[in-house]
């Protein structure tokens, strides 16, 4: 068939050229139609809900809300892990499906069972299934700046004009809205007038919510027409708010106005935005799951354009975080590689071959394989992003190969100046080197299949890697059997056949280096086995992590405040920090800041966090070389606050990580158990063993206890006396402190909550508080005190579940040595030290997990892989001795990675792991050509040590070239630096290491093995 | 190196136990770059409460009240209820036959006074020298005084009858006396003895506002809006946790009125602490400040008693007039206590 398939292609010259042509241009258009993004997107099938319970502690909202719905939702089929974290006022529960589920049957699933249990909810909570987003969906962040309006205004303009046209953005999934204050007609209850006039809370609240309605009553028929009617009486402005009748007897008319003070205030707020220490209101874009990112980036800055010129005067749309940025620095960045590796390949062919028309026929193939891989790309919907492109620029070096066997051995055919047509000759040289040019390209596409079954995390960043570096290497074999013949029939002729000198001379100082090798074989042996042997060592004092963190070019720092702070306070600690900041570092460009919980709950913080967004000046301006200085120069001014904790982090690496455990941390030690005490206890033991551990950073305990409440319980013996139930003393009390919605207004687009509030400055201590004045059901006027009996409590600030349990969690960054030993001396400690009563249990998560989940898959489907390569070996050459000859160049390509890891400082992670898969690849193949030809010339030379010598000396420009081709492609890999390179750059070291000693192994030693083998036999 | 919630907790717990025999005492150098503020408290001698519910009410026992002497058919108020009026002034016209029958009543018990009195008058020159019986004498005076009261009863009313018509048969009643009119109105008759209107005072209008027994003693006045009133009276009697006080006279000024249910904010007699409300923090069940002597800041325990929009009204164990407390980044000393702080 592959006969059949090169004579086609050289009979039909022409039309093989005009589909190529063809297949080029929808290859282009299929770049510019490619989705962009910055990284593939890496999130499970996942399904948040998101409860709110304004005013509700976090064991009750466990007890009522979180629990039944975790019990309903525990039978749904398909699940990975289903985890909570339950804190004041808000359930946040997510479930992670296995690999493959439909997100729309998972939603449904989830919908349904939240709707079965919903009824059971204490009356008030609101939220449900939070919007089809992942970790990386916060694709745009900008604040509202016009110093003439004020943060209510600035609010109200982006909840009610802003939002609803971003929203309008194909690919928007929400805009949550944070800052400022949340406008509504606050109702402040008059208990001696309400009293007076015999009308109680529970009526008030309830005469407000009947007479808010409009109500269609049916039609009348008037002859022949018939006519709406309907009943009118929805509250139109606070004006008629105000003179809504509550009660009227007597010829008393009571309003509201004369029941209550009517004005307009704020719902409660539970966070707030700082923009460089002055408060503003923010809107946060969230894009939905599998949208192409960079579109939806380019509509929103489309559409903001245009809702700008509407803003009042003065306003200014402030971007501080755009995702296109980040996606445009690592496309660029990987964009540069690629160009940089095609560039170098192409010299390096232009010198081995000593032909322009020859290495121009060879270099043609990388961008012709490109561009059929983008049509690939395009045709199974993979972005472009930093990994597909990334295992592209991994394969260039490796997709010139096919060709520069062909095309070489076209050349060395033509040399024979056979008189034959030449494009015989070219059919002849092509068909020849067919099977071995498929049977190293399957091989290469064999080594990279481990990575389809990578899971979790690298599985979602790698497999993109794979199947592109599979479409490029399956581009470049069929090109390289057919349209590069074609071309070559055109390019090649006979001059292209003359080695360069350069290369004549390197063959015979090769020659000349082996003959010696072969004389002193046994030394050499010895040297290189011993290199092995120490290489071994070495790889055990390489570093191990899971991932190398990516720059995101942004900084986020975390801050963290005292518990029971208020939002005030913690907001002025914010400014303090973040006008130091601005002042002693230059290289802030701008500071958004965002304290407490959003709106809507997606990211449920405490009055006591703040996120902080860093806009970082061009690195042109820094004082400093690279981030990390940066982050130091921040650290150390952030030390002279004491009494808040800090950490750093990037946008994205921060969703990410919440994503995998739930928590941020490279070591996620969580002890699960029941009771919160127990549970405070032993989590401070293991936060103390963790500090004490060599190498642990950014330490921290989720803090489950120590939560300071007021209790009032309602004297039920008196209360009930006057008719007060311990439900409307709920709501009372409610009103008086949080806040209750009542109704809403509705004025055009915008809808204003009327809140049944209590002036907020009027209540502020535990004595205002008793003393608060309760309108009974039977109108009569008491104190709180008198009714209700005040104590504190102690109780847990957060509650998180896992599949069903409580646990808590210390969470630790792990600087300067592996986190798979750190972990190991770790749990060793643990096991020692600290008693785990029954019913506890410890486990280990954050990006441990996801290592020794990677390492686990590896390890299973590596010698798989090794098999059928060895298999294919087999097939190839008829002898298992032959094969394992091959074989043998593989650790030795395997000391090269580990050695340059450990020269270079990098860690063992996935990426360096993909790069050693490569290196099996590459390694192999170079075996191939090293011994196929032997075994191809074995009737041409009578003498098996000349055999040897000149069979490697022929092939050493085809191993050099691939050798270098794929060194020198994934050269600028290494010295990349842009966003994404970092996890590329181990990979690349790996191969280029790898590389570089299986290439002197495959030139010396393999002829050495070579020669023991065939001479025994 | 690392500021930790587990250290917090430790800290805590430690904290805890040592609270009781001494106040947390923290090094001003350990505080770094945080920006610091300091409050000297401002000692008042009263301060305001939380709202009391009260009522504008009537001193009990100062009310002049004026009731009918018969059945009235129409009752016609010539002033509006809680008008005040002056001594004399006309308040109600009663019309209809019963007031012809009590003026013409009025008329016969007049004529037989003067007959009684006459009759009286003659006679008593005759029982000292014996002309008539004791027992006549008795039945004579008996009459006299029996008339005289009648009379008088009715000449009471009369006094206050401004005017009378005969031909409308009506009369009018004026104000005995000045105040405020509380008109008793009736959907039914106004039979005799009804009670037609009474009279307050103006220096019985009073607010009547129940304060919390622990407060009682040092409640001095009350405000409401803008009026000041001082306190009267207090009770001797507790109900329930309340005890009822009177305040002085209503002000005209204070435009409140006669039954109005108002809520006041009580102003207690104590001398308190005024403190900036970001100065105070929560510190194990209890309220404290921190305070700056030297070159370290000390944590000691405070009351509130209530509240501005923008500070505390506290009270102490200690002088805290003259000492300067920590009002900036507070909650961030506090979170030093608590071991934060570090990455």
């Known amino acids: ?789 005040l104590s504190y409590k102690e109780g847990p600030i957060l509650i998180e579940r896992e599949q069903g349990d409580r646990f808590s969690v210390i969470t630790t960054n792990v600087q300067g040595r592996d986190i798979v030993s750190f972990v190991e001396e770790l749990d060793a400690k643990i096991a020692e030290q600290v008693k785990l009563p029954s019913g506890y249990s410890v486990s280990f998560g954050g990006e441990f997990e996801n290592q020794q989940r990677a390492t686990n898959n590896l390890l299973l489907v590596i010698p798989i892989a090794i098999a059928l390569i060895t298999l294919i070996l087999f097939t190839t050459f008829g002898s298992l001795a032959k094969s394992g000859l091959i074989l043998a160049n593989v650790p030795f390509a395997m000391m090269g990675g580990i050695v340059s890891l450990y020269l270079s400082g990098e860690y063992l992670s996935v990426p360096a792991s993909v790069g050693f898969i490569a290196l099996l690849g590459v390694a192999v193949l170079n075996g191939v050509v090293m011994v196929s030809y032997y075994e191809q010339t074995k009737h041409q030379f009578s003498s098996l040590l000349v055999r040897v010598e000149q069979g490697a000396a022929r092939r050493l420009r085809p191993i050099l070239m691939t050798a270098t081709t794929a060194m020198f492609g994934l050269m600028p890999l290494v010295f990349a630096s842009g966003p994404g390179a970092e996890i590329q750059k181990p990979l690349a070291i790996v191969v280029i290491g790898g590389l570089l000693t299986s290439t002197i192994t495959t030139l010396y030693l393999l002829p050495i093995l070579y020669y023991w083998l065939e001479k025994r036999q | 190196m690392i500021a930790k919630y587990g250290a917090s907790l430790l800290c805590l717990s430690a904290c805890l136990s040592t609270s009781l025999v001494q106040a947390e005492s923290l090094a001003l150098a350990a505080l770094g770059n945080l920006e610091l503020s300091y409050t000297q408290p401002q000692k008042v001698a009263s301060y305001e409460g939380s709202p009391l519910p009260a009522q504008v009410d009537r001193l009990p026992g100062n009310d002049y009240w004026v009731s009918t002497p018969e059945n009235i058919q129409q009752v016609t108020f010539l002033v509006g209820q809680g008008q005040i009026v002056t001594k004399g002034q006309e308040i109600v016209r009663l019309t209809g036959p019963e007031v012809f029958h009590y003026l013409a009543q009025f008329e016969a018990t007049s004529s037989l006074y003067q007959l009684a009195k006459q009759r009286y008058d003659r006679n008593k020159p005759l029982l000292k020298n014996g002309s008539i019986s004791a027992e006549k004498w008795r039945e004579i005076s008996q009459d006299y005084f029996s008339s005289h009261l009648e009379f008088e009863h009715m000449q009471h009313f009369m006094e206050m009858v401004h005017s009378k018509d005969a031909t409308t048969e009506s009369l009018v009643i004026s104000a005995p006396v000045a105040g405020i009119v509380k008109l008793n109105t009736l959907n039914s008759p106004y039979m005799a003895d009804s009670q037609l209107f009474s009279l307050v005072p103006a220096d019985s209008i009073r607010v009547q506002v129940n304060v919390p027994m622990s407060q009682s003693t040092s409640l001095s006045a009350i405000n409401i809006n803008q009026c000041h009133i001082a306190i009267d009276s207090m009770s001797a009697i507790a109900d329930g946790a309340f005890v009822g006080a009177w305040s002085m006279p209503v002000p005209k000024e204070c435009n409140l009125l006669l039954g109005q249910q108002i809520t006041v904010i009580p102003e207690y007699q104590k001398a308190v602490y005024l403190l900036p409300k970001n100065s105070v923090f929560s510190w194990q069940q209890e309220t404290q400040v921190f305070t700056q002597t030297a070159e370290t800041l000390t944590a000691i325990n405070i009351d509130i008693l209530g509240s501005t929009p923008q500070q505390y009204i506290v009270a102490s164990d200690q002088d805290l007039s003259q000492i300067q407390v920590l009002s900036q980044s507070v909650a961030a000393v506090k979170g030093i206590m608590l071991g934060l702080g570090g990455e």
């Open chain 1, 1 to 789: 068939m592959l006969t059949s398939v090169i004579r086609f292609s050289l009979t039909q010259r022409l039309f093989v050229l005009i589909v190529a042509l063809i297949l080029m241009l929808a290859g282009a258009r299929a770049w510019f139609a490619i989705p962009l993004d910055a990284f593939p997107d890496i999130s499970p099938t996942q399904v948040k809900i998101i409860l709110k319970a304004p005013g509700m502690t976090p064991e009750e909202i466990e007890a009522q809300i979180t629990v039944p719905i975790e019990t309903e939702l525990l039978g749904i089929p398909n699940q990975a892990i289903l985890r909570s974290t339950t804190k004041y006022a808000i359930s946040d529960i997510t479930l992670d499906f296995t690999e493959g589920t439909d997100i729309y049957w998972a939603r449904q699933q989830v919908s349904e069972r939240l709707a079965a249990v919903w009824d059971s909810f204490p009356e008030g909570v609101s939220g449900g299934v939070a919007p089809m987003s992942t970790p990386l969906s916060e694709i745009f962040m900008f604040s509202l700046e016009n110093p003439n309006l004020s943060l209510m205004e600035r609010r109200q303009l982006l909840e009610w004009e802003v939002r609803p046209l971003l929203r309008t953005v194909a690919g928007v999934a929400d805009v949550n809205i944070l800052g400022g204050y949340a406008k509504s007609f606050s109702v402040n209850p008059n208990p001696a007038a309400m009293a007076a006039a015999g009308v109680s809370f529970a009526a008030l609240q309830q005469a407000i919510i009947d007479n808010n309605h409009n109500e269609g009553a049916g039609k009348l028929t008037i002859g022949t027409d018939t006519i709406i009617v309907r009943a009118e009486g929805r509250i139109d402005d606070i004006d008629e708010l105000a003179q809504l009748v509550i009660k009227a007897d007597d010829a008393k008319v009571y309003r509201l106005q004369d029941l209550a003070d009517i004005q307009i205030g704020h719902l409660a707020r539970y966070g707030a935005v700082t923009k460089d220490g002055e408060e503003t209101a923010e809107a946060l874009i969230i894009a939905l799951k599998d949208t192409n990112t960079a579109d939806v980036v380019n509509n929103i800055k489309a559409k903001l354009e245009q809702i700008s010129a509407s803003l009042p005067e003065g306003s200014e749309i402030n971007t501080f975080y755009d995702r296109a940025n980040l996606i445009n620095t690592a496309i660029d960045t990987i964009s540069n590689a690629l160009f940089e590796a095609v560039i170098l390949v192409i010299v390096l062919l232009a010198l081995f071959l000593g032909n322009v028309r020859a290495a121009l026929v060879v270099s043609l193939s990388l961008p012709l394989a490109a561009l059929m891989t983008f049509l690939m790309m395009d045709f199974f919907n993979l972005s472009a992003n930093l990994m597909s492109l990334g295992g592209l620029v991994i394969a260039i070096g490796m997709l010139v190969d096919s060709s520069v066997v062909v095309v070489e051995n076209m050349v060395n055919l033509i040399a024979t100046k056979q008189r034959l047509p030449r494009l015989h000759l070219i059919f002849r040289a092509t068909k020849d080197v067919a099977i071995p040019v498929v049977s190293g390209t399957v091989i290469v596409m064999i080594v990279f299949s481990p990575l389809l079954t990578l899971t979790g995390l690298e599985g979602k960043l790698f497999t993109p890697v794979a199947v592109t570096i599979v479409f490029a290497m399956l581009s470049a074999l069929v090109l390289s059997l057919t349209v590069i013949p074609v071309i070559a029939s055109y390019l090649v002729n006979e001059k292209a056949a003359q080695e360069p000198k350069a290369i004549e001379k390197l063959k015979a100082a090769y020659l000349a280096s082996l003959k010696s090798t072969i004389v002193y074989q046994k030394p050499f042996m010895i040297v290189a086995f011993s290199l092995l042997i120490i290489s071994l060592g070495l790889f055990s004092l390489v570093g191990k992590t899971f991932m190398p963190t990516l720059d995101e070019g942004d900084i986020i720092l975390q801050l963290e405040k005292s518990p029971s702070i208020s939002l005030e306070a913690s907001i002025n600690i914010d400014k303090q920090i973040e006008h130091t900041l601005l002042a002693k570092v230059p290289e802030i460009k701008q500071m958004v800041a965002r304290t407490g919980a959003d709106e809507i709950g997606l990211d449920p913080m405490g009055l006591n966090e703040t996120d902080v967004f860093l806009e970082l000046a061009p690195r042109s301006e820094w004082r400093f070389d690279t981030k990390e200085q940066l982050i130091d120069a921040i650290r150390s001014e952030l030390l002279n606050y004491p009494g808040v904790n800090f950490n750093f982090t990037q946008p994205i690496q921060m969703r990410v990580s919440e994503m995998l455990t739930g928590s941020i941390g490279d070591v996620a030690i969580k002890v699960f158990g029941s009771d919160i005490d127990t549970l405070g206890q032993l989590t401070g033991q293991i936060e103390q063993l963790v500090s004490a551990t060599n190498g642990s950073i950014d330490v921290k305990m989720s803090m489950i206890e120590g939560s300071p409440f007021i209790n009032l319980t309602l004297d039920n013996e008196l209360a009930r006396g006057f008719g007060m139930s311990t439900m409307e003393f709920a709501r009372y009390l409610k009103s008086q402190l949080e806040g209750v919605i009542v109704t809403e207004v509705l004025q055009g687009k915008k809808r204003t909550p009327v809140l049944m509030a209590n002036n907020q400055s009027s209540l502020s201590s535990i004595n205002e508080l008793q003393n608060q004045l309760l309108v009974m059901p039977d109108h009569s006027l008491r104190r709180l005190t008198d009714v209700a009996t």
